[in-house]
């Protein structure tokens, strides 16, 4: 065995990046505000600052700087699980028997289990730094609250997460991590605050949805002193955070002497393919040679695919700020039997953006069934068992793959292995069993959830 | 942020070992052999060859050959988990405030989540080699059964696993995993095996133990063709396999122009510890200069602590070879309230051997409040939580900083953090809630197990 590319590529620690990159400040769009819930005005510092961190509410508004410095405790804290390996995906490439080179990052291998800790920490960096008590979150298959738990448990900050009540009680083991890092678990809906009350008096939809626990946690941050409330996904802020995945990926192929021909990610808020693409956009959109890039998304929550480019609202209670973004109007709740995460009604505005103006090239949806069929098989050749999130990007990877066996060509197709599967482990047995159900939205309540957006926002 | 000595060491995929160290080659002592229950006459290679795959009873028995070539295919599979990182724990000796550097090679970095992986390929392979049709084994926490169906999901082998009763139904995740590999899950005590039928019908232990579930995969293996019994630990062959970890420690510390001052692994049945230390114990056998060896072991199955240095069968049902080991009856089972692994009642006959001889210096014993504690701290510090094993050997690694702290003494210090917590999460949650009983066994309960050994075998 003496490979020419090793199967996993390390950088050094000294070559983790030192400042994340905006992909903002090379989109020559009219780059849309968020907008106000009360007045549907642009919103501006000021008004953001009630809700979301200082410095972080200047970087979701910032769209001159290409670069922003990543400060010193937060790469050092990187350093615990970063750089993370770009992997050969040689096993997987022999099973399919393509001539393609399979590569993927893999962001699984922390403790919190998926690339969300790369957000996290810098979120709770800052507001450690802004001398707050503690920030408020959501959090649906618990991978963004367990990697909260972990950088506020590292910078001794309060951390209230609102997990969807049937998300909790489905996973108490990521409950109990959570725990262990001192976070202060509340099942939403909860009585703990107006919409939670309500949402409980109205025997709604008791098992809770994302929609509501975020409303539950911003309305939290808001009423009392000392909080803040962060989010894992859809912001400008995250995107800038996970760039450094993209970052370290195309640095790993400078060394390889590669470049991509194929970029895929799995996408539900899209965070994690947000940031593994910019680095690669960035030449993109300087017209240079650049990836294919392709979207994944489940069939059961098709923002993409089936929704709409409108102003909505980033939560079920309307409470949030409006965001300009694809969207299945913010009343969407994917079907009951959908396992994996990415249950989010909404797209990041940056990525919403670029698939409208057509850089962010593809975007396609697939079914549970088809992602467990990829999962179980890559478990089985790669050894590495993936979140049901990943198992999107793995499924086309796969289409992408053996698309090159038929045509013969050497593709390098490289995704993102956003997590591991530890904590999803009923849903595999839901598939193994045949009990996914895959129906999908039918297009009355794809046509309800659209007929609620804002009527007055364009 | 600029270090002498980066967080993580890794060696490239080319500098993986090519052949295991046999520390037992080394060893100038009357190696004792395995004894046949039938009639205490030592075991030679045709006694064993019915209940072990024949190339790993050759490696049982092997006292003569220092190194063993690592077979390709095994090490091609290495390179999808190894090299694993050799660590230097910068925040917890920041959090210590200890002058000791404090090192840990990480092994819970695969699916599997735990170092037994090192071992299952080796013996999968050797399996497969054969010709066989699968393989059988027990597992009592489910890492090394998840290790197992992962291996002989790569080889497609058949892989049938005994697991303890109480554990299966605690970890249902662990079972789903091994089910993901197309493991054949067996809950023991069952009613496919004689042993097993009896265990049921005496309603003695009807949550089983490991040593009941060794029974079980020894008898299904020696009564049905094509199947040969495998096992986990304990054994000298899979010393060999794991000494992988230390050489890998042995040349990441000589790239680092370092030598440990002490070694420390977790030991229960002995695999991790007699992996980690073999190559550092070969400088001591030849009067170089070594490190201070230090066992830590539960105090609820405290073997070589409180335990004989005996002939004694590896499992209750008496239908295994006897070894020559510390012991603490095969009848011994520890407490129920006893939450982490190393509840085996015996010690690998290797470590047993060097404990005896005073080549391994020191054996501890430590409680599950204790290791909870250093646990805790771990995972908030370092950002990686443990398994509740991997615990015992923090928390013997912080009491030797602690003491460096004291004695102002610059120790170099090396820990096996052998595997992830992820599937322990519920003994995180006893822990937390304070309901974690830390009665050690009494006296007279160790004097019955003691009483119960062999009395004809010395």
Request: a negative charge; hydrophobic letters at 35%.
């Amino acid at each position: 065995m003496k490979r020419e590319i090793p199967y996993k590529t390390y950088l050094t620690e000294n070559e983790i990046p030192t400042a994340w990159y905006n992909v903002r400040a090379d989109m020559k769009t009219d780059h849309r505000p968020l907008l106000n819930p009360a007045n549907m005005e642009p919103m501006a510092l000021e008004d953001l600052k009630p809700v979301f961190c200082e410095e972080l509410a200047k970087q979701e508004l910032n769209t001159s700087d290409r670069f922003i410095p990543i400060p010193e405790e937060v790469r050092e804290f990187y350093t615990m699980f970063r750089p993370s390996p770009l992997v050969r995906a040689y096993f997987l490439e022999e099973a399919l028997g393509t001539p393609a080179e399979i590569y993927y990052k893999y962001e699984g291998g922390n403790t919190s289990g998926s690339h969300k800790l790369n957000s996290a920490i810098a979120q709770a960096y800052y507001a450690k730094e802004q001398g707050l008590k503690g920030v408020t979150t959501e959090t649906g298959a618990g991978q963004w609250g367990t990697a909260l738990a972990m950088a506020c448990g590292y910078f001794d900050l309060e951390c209230r997460v609102y997990m969807v009540r049937v998300s909790a009680e489905q996973k108490p083991d990521r409950v109990e991590i959570m725990h262990t890092y001192d976070a202060d678990v509340t099942l939403s809906p909860s009585d703990t605050t107006e919409i939670g009350r309500k949402m409980l008096s109205d025997h709604v939809n008791p098992d809770g949805s994302l929609g509501t626990a975020i409303s539950e946690a911003v309305e939290y941050a808001v009423q009392n002193d000392g909080y803040r409330y962060v989010l894992g996904s859809v912001l400008n802020q995250v995107v800038l955070h996970q760039s450094i995945i993209g970052l370290e990926t195309k640095l790993a192929f400078e060394k390889l002497d590669r470049y991509p021909d194929i970029v895929i990610g799995c996408a539900g808020g899209g965070s994690n393919l947000g940031g593994l693409m910019s680095p690669f956009m960035e030449d993109r959109l300087a017209d240079r040679t650049a990836p294919y890039f392709i979207a994944v998304e489940p069939a059961s929550c098709p923002s993409l695919t089936r929704g709409k480019f409108a102003y909505d609202f980033c939560d079920t209670g309307q409470v949030t700020p409006l965001a300009k973004m694809y969207t299945l109007g913010h009343g969407f709740i994917p079907p009951a039997s959908h396992a994996g995460g990415l249950r989010f009604h909404g797209m990041s505005p940056i990525l919403s953006q670029l698939y409208h103006d057509g850089f962010l090239d593809e975007a396609r949806s697939v079914t549970q069934q088809e992602i467990f069929e990829a999962a179980t098989l890559f478990s089985k050749v790669e050894g590495t068992l993936p979140a049901p999130e990943s198992a999107h990007a793995i499924k086309v990877a796969i289409d992408e793959a053996l698309e090159c066996k038929k045509t013969g060509e050497k593709k390098i197709i490289v995704f993102g292995l956003t997590g591991t599967g530890y904590f999803d482990m009923s849903a595999y047995r839901r598939y193994r069993e045949g009990g996914l159900d895959d129906t999908p939205p039918s297009d009355e309540s794809i046509a309800t959830g659209l007929g609620e957006l804002p009527p007055n926002a364009e």
